[in-house]
């Protein structure tokens, strides 16, 4: 049925442009070293209701451990380096073809964008109406 779905205005962005984006770490995020990796840590404050009704604290802390691949990935998440760059650097340090990384570094720091661990800055673009 159609009557329950959004529509979208916004058509996102294209995959030149994402692959421009510079993927930068977010602040409050708790970074330590652990066993070949990273522990990455990030705390939030939960809306009133929700602690009313679960109980429970106010502030929650999550968190995430990356592996050798997961902390080379986030490392080079600078700010500087645009995700183009990142998946080549990626390819070559594992030896993988470049289709498999693109895939693979795109899914993970899609997921590191879920979890508010990472962003996006894509370059400005104006478009016309």
Known sequence: MAWFRRQRNDP???RAEAFGARPYRTAGVTVSACEGGLRLGVSWSRPRWQCWLGGGRRRVEKQ????????????????VRSLRTIVHEFAERRQVSLAEAELSVTAFLRLLMQRGLIGMRTAEVKRES
């Open 12 to 14: 996102g962005i294209g």
């Open 64 to 79: 995430y451990e990356l592996d050798a691949c997961g902390r080379e990935v986030y490392e080079a998440c600078d700010g």
